[in-house]
């Protein structure tokens, strides 16, 4: 296997090239799932909804599908050209969007939302597939972590321009210009760039080259590798509480601290999309100088920031003031940014290359299903049982508060890790 200065003098621009195309998908990807985000209050007026079905809307709608159409989309990834693949779901998810604004109904928009949680199944599993073999182990913490940083530059993006487009241009021009730059990127995924040699990185089998596997080799490695189930438990946990926490804190800057919708958004887009870009962009560097290419030490960085996370996101939902709150929000947004990007490194890092496809999807199948899904519908729901005013305050908190549960798992796949480290080198 390389050592660390010739493997980074091997990730070249193309490389680069393609990492930036796959931020610039997923972002887009965030920003065309985040858009009913900023919408909750208006289509609650409109269609006259409860906050349990605006948690259906923003999450079984969209986990559901998914999660039907992840196995198959990952076992095609570990079998077709994978951009190829990217590209046409990212067109199909991107004019879906586009017809949200067309919707007359509460059942018109669930389909629309379903259709783009079924396309956008695949998106996450093959660009981490790709991005494992464009750079070696010592650079991935960089690299994932500046692909999910797509997260928080989506939310961004939806909040601060949703709300300016929810002032002066009504809901439904947010669905119809959301779709539009994915067809662009599509184009540019399918003529620009190269599928790159799957497990080029890798150190290679004693067996030789492995074959694309089943769903169920790939469930029973999952089962058998203690690192790689406990990494995806805390995904899962990880990834609910912050996509709960993005659906539902426009509302609650709303209904507890007086703003409009359109404030809120962009108060949203500003103290969580740009505060966890920052936090995503530095938890890179940071999280690849302390792991050294060592899976036990990169599962660490997410356990530390999870804890973090939830100290701070309960600080923001308890705050008397919204200046309090906001700060709070922020300093959850940084800490955010050391969870996502490590999280997945590590999910990339416990697999092996010829079933990654297989296994993120799995992986990803648990974490919009369960966490986003279930999560999402539990706060709302939770919300409604409160029935107070302040009800979306206590429900919120206590969702953020499974952070706690993730950051148990990160520990510990860190700690069988470790383990399976001394027993090889024994």
């Known amino acids: 296997m390389c050592d660390s200065s010739t493997a980074e003098s091997r990730v070249d621009r193309r490389s680069w090239y393609m990492l930036g195309i796959l931020v610039l998908v997923y972002i887009m990807g965030s920003v065309d799932r985040a858009v009913p985000s900023v919408v909750v209050e ?16 923003t999450g079984f709608a969209y986990s559901i599908p998914y999660a039907l159409a992840a196995l198959p989309g990952g076992w095609l990834l570990d079998r077709l050209d994978r951009r190829r693949f990217l590209a046409f779901t990212t067109v199909v998810w991107s004019v879906l969007t586009m017809a949200g604004a067309a919707v007359q ?39 994932v972590s500046l692909y999910y940083a797509g997260t928080a530059v989506g939310q961004f993006i939806t909040f601060m321009v949703g709300g300016w487009l929810l002032m002066h241009f009504g809901w439904r021009s947010l669905f119809l210009i959301a779709g539009v730059p994915g067809l662009v990127l599509a184009a540019l995924l399918v003529f620009t760039c190269k ?53 539902w804190t426009v509302s609650f800057l709303v209904r507890i601290h007086g703003l409009t919708p359109e ?36 599962a660490l960085v997410p356990a530390t920031f999870t804890v973090l996370a939830a100290l701070t996101g309960v600080a923001m939902c308890l705050a008397p003031t919204l200046t309090a709150a906001l700060v709070a929000m922020a300093v959850f947004a940084v800490l955010v940014g050391g969870v996502v990007g490590p999280g997945y490194a590590t999910l990339v890092s416990f697999t092996e290359p010829h079933m990654r496809g297989s ?15 279930v999560l999402s519908f539990m706060t709302g729901k939770l919300s409604d049982m409160i029935g107070t ?34 027993n090889n080198s024994a």
């Open 359 to 373: 296994v993120l999807s799995i992986a990803k199948l648990f974490s919009i299903l369960i966490g986003n899904g």
């Open 195 to 247: 599928e790159p040699e799957r497990g080029r990185f890798d150190p290679p089998s004693a067996e030789g080259p492995r074959r694309a596997v089943s769903y169920a080799v790939a469930a029973r490695w999952i089962l058998r590798s203690r690192p790689l189930l406990h990494s995806i438990w805390g995904n899962m946990l990880s990834t609910g509480v912050q996509f709960s926490v993005m659906v």
């Open 263 to 298: 404030r809120a958004a962009i108060w949203v887009g500003l103290g969580i999309g740009l505060m966890q870009t920052l936090g995503s962009l530095l938890a890179g560097p940071v999280t690849d100088r302390f792991s050294r290419g060592e899976s036990a030490r990169l």
């Open 105 to 143: 109904n509460y059942v018109a928009l669930l389909l629309a939302r379903m259709g783009v949680g079924a396309s956008e199944a695949p998106a996450s599993p093959g660009s981490l597939s790709l991005i494992s073999d464009l750079f070696p182990r010592e650079r991935r913490g960089t690299a």
């Open 42 to 57: 208006p289509l609650k007026r409109e269609f006259d909804l409860s906050d349990a079905q605006i948690g259906v809307l």
């Open 389 to 422: 005013p302040d009800s979306i305050r206590w429900a919120l908190a206590a969702t953020l508060l499974f952070h706690l549960w993730a950051a148990f798992h990160f520990w510990r796949a860190s700690r069988a890790a470790q383990r399976i480290a001394a």
